[in-house]
């Protein structure tokens, strides 16, 4: 049986707001709505995002998330939002010299 799972991620920087950008992402997956009982078959959360440095390093404050998410922190215990925040660091983009200007 094959099985599988599909994403689509999107992100974009705020005009004249250099260091803020907003992103949605969204996915399925093999057998989505039937995983437990009102499971959905997409899933989604979006928000706004930090750059600190661009494709370096970024944090990103989700604000609206779906119902399947939402009962995953539930059940992972993960209520404080805190729990919801993530962040990308791609170390080997990171060229501390040449981005030490950005973010001065």
Do not use: C
């Amino acid at each position: 049986m094959v099985k599988w799972i599909t994403s689509l991620n999107l992100s974009a920087r705020i005009p004249k707001l250099k260091f803020i950008g907003v992103f949605a992402d969204a996915g399925t997956y093999y057998n989505a709505g039937n995983t437990f009982e009102g499971s959905k078959e997409v899933v989604f959360d979006a928000g706004a995002s930090l750059i600190v440095v661009q494709n370096a390093f970024e944090i990103y404050f989700p604000i609206k998330w779906s119902s399947d998410i939402e009962q995953f922190y539930e059940v992972n215990n993960s209520k404080k939002y805190s729990d919801k925040i993530r962040f990308q660091l791609n170390l080997h983009l990171v060229k501390p010299y040449k981005y030490l200007s950005q973010l001065f």
